[in-house]
């Protein structure tokens, strides 16, 4: 590389890194010109266009720069990334899958785990959203196997698992959780929830108060508690028994100023059943 091309491509990566990715193509692309086999180049070409939402013209570049490069990690990640927003979930796959195969086990460093870690959990996520719960549970497990201290991969994993039936192995990944970080208050919740579909109501329940004794704020659990609660009672009450025999404790009061509505994204609403 000639010093004007050096001089033109360290431009570019400050322009990118700075945030101007028009800057940053007007520079590289003259690198380009004298020096078109530098697969760092075009991985910058790529992130610059996909900054500006040019996503096929992003993979074109990102592809390139594979070709000269097929070990490039963070090309592949970057091109993973660009073929899921692309709707390509198969590309995807197969590179994140090609990632993983090529770099040992344990050679790569935490920065690079946790990036394929996240890499598999996005791709998860579209499965899920797709409805593709098998492949979504395989994509999240990968993810924790890589990275097994990533609690909200597991809590997902958790929910999809719920989702395709797998109650019980749901439990399993929440508890985990919850062994890992107890103040993950999400997993309790969801973990009540699964308790709540298996019939299994006092726990259900036990879980809901335990996580209002922590955070009273938290409105999704008292609602889950409030329902079931009143659902229980009602039942107790068709059956011609006192509703006072239920053992079930009050939930602790809301604070005086409540500081979130609840808006947590897999609340789940509790339909009337009898118990």
Same mark, same amino acid.
């Given at each position: 590389?000639? /010093?004007?091309?050096?001089? *033109?491509?360290? /431009?570019?990566? #400050?322009?990118? #890194?700075?945030?101007?990715?028009? +800057?940053?193509?007007?520079?590289?692309?003259?690198?380009? #010109?004298?020096?078109?086999?530098? &697969?760092?180049?075009?991985?910058?070409?790529?992130?610059?266009?996909?900054?500006?939402?040019?996503? !096929?013209?992003?993979?074109?570049?990102?592809?390139?720069? $594979?070709?000269?490069?097929?070990?490039?990690?963070?090309?592949?990640? &970057? $091109?993973?990334?660009?073929?899921?927003?692309?709707?390509?979930?198969? /590309? &995807?796959?197969?590179?994140?899958? +090609?990632?993983?195969?090529?770099?040992?086990?344990?050679?790569?460093?935490?920065? =690079?785990?946790?990036? %394929?870690?996240?890499?598999?959990?996005?791709?998860?996520?579209?499965?899920?959203?797709?409805?593709?719960?098998?492949?979504? @549970?395989?994509?999240?497990?990968?993810?924790? !196997?890589?990275?097994?201290?990533?609690?909200?991969?597991?809590?997902?994993? +958790?929910?999809?698992?719920?989702?395709? +039936?797998?109650?019980?192995?749901? @439990?399993?990944?929440?508890?985990?959780?919850?062994?890992?970080?107890?103040?993950?208050?999400? *997993?309790?919740?969801?973990?009540? %929830?699964?308790?709540?579909?298996?019939?299994?109501?006092?726990?259900?329940?036990?879980?809901?108060?335990?996580?209002?004794?922590?955070?009273?704020?938290?409105? !999704?659990?008292?609602?889950?508690? /409030?329902?079931?609660?009143?659902?229980? #009672?009602?039942?107790?009450?068709?059956?011609?028994?006192?509703?006072?025999?239920?053992?079930?404790?009050?939930?602790?009061?809301?604070?005086?100023?409540?500081?979130?509505?609840? =808006?947590?994204?897999?609340?789940? =609403?509790?339909?009337?059943?009898? @118990?």
């Amino acid at each position: 590389m000639s /010093r004007e091309a050096r001089a *033109s491509y360290e /431009r570019g990566r #400050e322009r990118l #890194e700075r945030g101007d990715p028009e +800057g940053a193509l007007e520079c590289l692309g003259r690198v380009l #010109e004298s020096c078109p086999r530098y &697969a760092d180049v075009h991985y910058m070409v790529g992130l610059a266009r996909e900054s500006q939402g040019e996503l !096929d013209a992003a993979a074109d570049a990102l592809e390139r720069a $594979l070709d000269i490069n097929p070990g490039y990690v963070e090309a592949q990640l &970057a $091109l993973a990334s660009v073929s899921e927003r692309l709707g390509r979930f198969e /590309r &995807a796959r197969e590179i994140a899958e +090609g990632a993983r195969v090529k770099v040992a086990p344990g050679s790569l460093d935490a920065t =690079t785990r946790g990036k %394929l870690a996240n890499l598999q959990a996005r791709l998860g996520d579209a499965y899920r959203e797709a409805g593709e719960l098998r492949e979504a @549970i395989e994509a999240y497990r990968k993810a924790v !196997d890589r990275c097994p201290g990533f609690h909200d991969i597991r809590h997902r994993l +958790g929910i999809a698992l719920r989702e395709a +039936g797998l109650p019980s192995q749901a @439990i399993g990944e929440f508890r985990r959780v919850l062994r890992g970080n107890p103040g993950y208050l999400e *997993s309790a919740v969801q973990l009540g %929830l699964t308790y709540y579909t298996l019939g299994r109501t006092a726990e259900a329940l036990a879980e809901w108060h335990a996580v209002l004794e922590r955070d009273p704020s938290r409105e !999704d659990a008292r609602m889950y508690h /409030r329902l079931v609660r009143a659902s229980r #009672e009602a039942a107790k009450l068709r059956a011609g028994k006192p509703a006072q025999a239920a053992p079930t404790p009050e939930p602790p009061p809301r604070p005086a100023k409540v500081p979130r509505p609840a =808006t947590h994204p897999n609340a789940i =609403t509790v339909p009337d059943l009898e @118990i």
